[in-house]
């Protein structure tokens, strides 16, 4: 995945550097605009609110593209609920739910995720945030407040209009 960095340096209207991945790409005035890749690989979070297995639910999985999978970059979880409702594998970079959720309570967490080496702690990656979305359910049954409600309907009336 690209992601675009924010460093954007004046130069020359005609030179144009490139950046530390080599890619380079010209912008307005002669400005030459720097985009670094990052190596995160994941997709948009969602876990289903009321959850009550016996397991902890898979969220879903990070991955960095530099993970060559002989286990030497360990994966961190911080943020809203880390260590607490969200864990991570550190290994394989899979996080689970492992409380149930409940949307009308909390709708979403804001959690950051880093891949650092595991023998030095060195970051590998740089630490990125990403959103869990609670997904509703609808177990909230409607509530009826009296016994009787009478309503009319005009024949050929449009949709939502009642009198």
Do not use: C
């Amino acid at each position: 995945m690209l992601y675009y960095s924010h460093a954007i340096t004046t130069e020359k209207l005609n030179h144009v550097r490139p950046s530390l991945h080599g890619h380079h790409e010209k912008g307005k005035e002669g400005q030459v605009l720097h985009r670094s890749k990052r190596g995160w690989v994941w997709n948009q979070f969602f876990v289903i609110e009321e959850y009550t297995g016996p397991d902890p639910v898979l969220v879903g999985r990070l991955h960095s593209d530099i993970d060559s999978g002989d286990g030497n970059i360990k994966y961190i979880l911080s943020g809203e609920g880390a260590g607490i409702i969200f864990v991570i594998d550190d290994k394989s970079g899979n996080i689970h739910a492992t409380k149930t959720l409940d949307r009308e309570e909390r709708a979403q967490y804001t959690l950051t995720a880093q891949a650092v080496d595991r023998n030095t702690n060195r970051p590998l990656e740089p630490p990125s945030e990403f959103i869990v979305k609670v997904q509703d359910i609808n177990d909230n049954p409607p509530e009826f407040l009296h016994e009787n409600y009478h309503a009319n309907v005009p024949e050929r009336s449009n949709v939502g209009k009642y009198s």
